[in-house]
């Protein structure tokens, strides 16, 4: 027998019982800790071939309130969020004030855990576009918050004996007995499939990456559109072929600012160019004039964007440029100096961008400069301080179009996680956390949020399904 098939075995066919979880982002990852600190066996399944998800790639942050860090007592945090939600809210009202109160009470514990237990650095915090108060935690060294909390949570599980991790196995189907959930078939990367038995949590994800699949059928005019997240199915069906409800499917933030890689310009996977370098006073051209106030919300700039001819259909993009002086890449240094070593951005002088692109650049000079000039309603320029531009003057510049980058919608949870039915009963031996499910953030997720919900409703699921580990084991 070789040593893979010897070591499948292991994993897949040991007379333990153990409880799945599907996925190893941060839901997943969090879901996992509870379990085993109940001692719970677990085994994680995860189709990619290295852990982590897209919660590796997230760089602003984890929203809670009151922390050590924010130690003001925060009652804007729930009417934030449901502002945020908009209309949505008015459809199964109580149900979602539930789960955003769920999100937003236990956000101060979240952080806690996160800082005293997992010994996890969050002690920056900064306010986010939507917040009434500071309240996105992050760390104060070089490693974006989702890797650090992602790796810090990993290496703690990999402690536990009773926590096996196997990378590169899809799960295909819930498998059902008698209307309760008992386990999962999976495929693995070699070929080989079978079955897993034990009570699920699914943390699969979202679908912003299904460009060609979900998506198109969701949100058709999204069709072909990149996104931030990796190219890849989304899961939910599998969650609906066993009953669950599908909420706000067709709820899907789209990210102004994904950037060309110029190495790779028709990659359907974009890095998120932050909106930090909006906020500190950066600017967008289309064909060398502005058109938008860079400081609306995501959809309205977005909205400005897409009213241009595209500039490929494949995937579907706009040649928009980002342009930022010296100021304003001092105030976001530790971000573009990431870009320039990747080669998102270019380090240049305003002759590179052609005299239409210098005529807006002094326009916008001159109203940031104190001039009576209404460009695109913008009152604030944070961090230019570029305020009589020549074509030799300095700027940092890159190419940006429209991503799709988050996706609201989701299976239907309760506050304890369970997978809700149409008609609202639970299905039994089922969890699910994170971007999976939909009704945490109705139409708009508040920035923070997301990996807020995956510690939270993880944390949960973990709780849940260890109770209900116990019963039947017993
Ligand atoms: C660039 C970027 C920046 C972001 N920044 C922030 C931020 O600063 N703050 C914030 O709150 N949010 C942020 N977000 C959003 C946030 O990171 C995600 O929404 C969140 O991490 C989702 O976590 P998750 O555990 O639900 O899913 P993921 O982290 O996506 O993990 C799901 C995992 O499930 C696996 N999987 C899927 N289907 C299967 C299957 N059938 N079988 C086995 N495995 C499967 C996937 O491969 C994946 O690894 C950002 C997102 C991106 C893309």
Not at 100 to 123: P, R
Not at 186 to 214: K, Q, T
Not at 357 to 378: C, I, P, Q, T
Request: net charge neutral.
């Amino acid at each position: 027998m070789s040593r893979v098939r010897f070591l499948s075995l292991l994993f897949f066919e040991t007379p333990t019982p153990r409880a799945i979880v599907v996925g190893s982002g941060l839901a997943g990852l969090s879901a996992a800790t509870r379990l085993v600190s109940h001692n719970v066996p677990v085994r994680l399944l995860e189709r990619s071939g290295k852990p982590g998800g897209n919660s590796m790639k997230a760089s602003s942050g984890i929203n809670g309130s009151p922390t050590k860090y924010q130690p003001l007592s925060d009652d804007a945090f729930y009417s934030d969020t449901i502002k945020s939600a908009g209309h949505a809210i008015s459809t199964m009202t109580a149900h979602r004030e539930k789960l955003i109160s769920t999100l937003t009470n236990s956000s101060a514990s979240a952080i806690e855990w996160l800082v005293e237990s997992k010994g996890i650095d969050l002690s920056k915090v900064a306010q986010l576009g939507g917040h009434t108060y500071p309240r996105t935690h992050r760390g104060a060294g070089p490693v974006p918050p989702g890797a650090s909390i992602v790796t810090a949570l990993l290496n703690s599980l990999k402690k536990f004996n009773i926590f096996q991790l196997r990378t590169a196995v899809t799960v295909t189907k819930i498998l059902q007995k008698d209307s309760r959930v008992v386990g999962v078939e999976y495929r693995c990367e070699n070929g080989e499939h079978g079955e897993l038995h034990g009570p699920v949590i699914f943390a699969s994800g979202g679908f912003a990456g299904d460009a060609e699949g979900m998506l198109s059928h969701y949100r058709p005019d999204l069709a072909g559109f990149p996104s931030t997240n990796e190219a890849r199915p989304g899961t939910q069906p599998l969650l609906a072929e066993v009953g669950a409800q599908l909420l706000d499917m067709n709820l899907v933030q789209v990210h102004p600012t994904g950037f060309v890689d110029p190495g790779s310009v028709e990659s359907p996977v974009k890095f998120l160019a932050a909106e930090v370098l909006r906020g500190e006073g950066g600017l967008l051209l289309v064909d060398g004039k502005r058109f938008v106030n860079e400081l609306e919300t995501r959809e309205d700039v977005t909205n400005a964007i897409t009213v241009h001819p595209r500039a490929s259909e494949a995937p579907v993009q706009w040649n928009v440029q980002i342009v930022l002086d010296e100021g304003v890449f001092e105030a976001a240094k530790s971000h573009v100096d990431f870009y320039l070593w990747k080669g998102l951005m270019k380090k240049t002088t305003l002759s590179e961008l052609g005299p239409t692109a210098l005529k807006s650049v002094k326009e916008f000079a001159k109203a940031a400069s104190g001039k009576d000039l209404d460009v695109f309603h913008r009152t604030s320029f944070a961090n230019w301080t570029l305020f009589e531009p020549s074509s030799n003057s300095v700027v940092y510049v890159g190419t940006v179009t429209p991503v799709v980058h988050f996706t609201m919608g989701g299976v239907l949870i309760n506050e304890k996680s369970e997978v809700l039915q149409g008609d609202g009963e639970s299905i039994e031996g089922i969890w699910a956390a994170g971007e999976v499910t939909g009704g945490v953030h109705g139409g708009n997720r508040l920035g923070g949020s997301s990996l807020l919900e995956c510690v939270v409703f993880g944390r949960i699921a973990g709780e849940e399904a260890a109770k209900y580990f116990r019963e039947i084991t017993k």
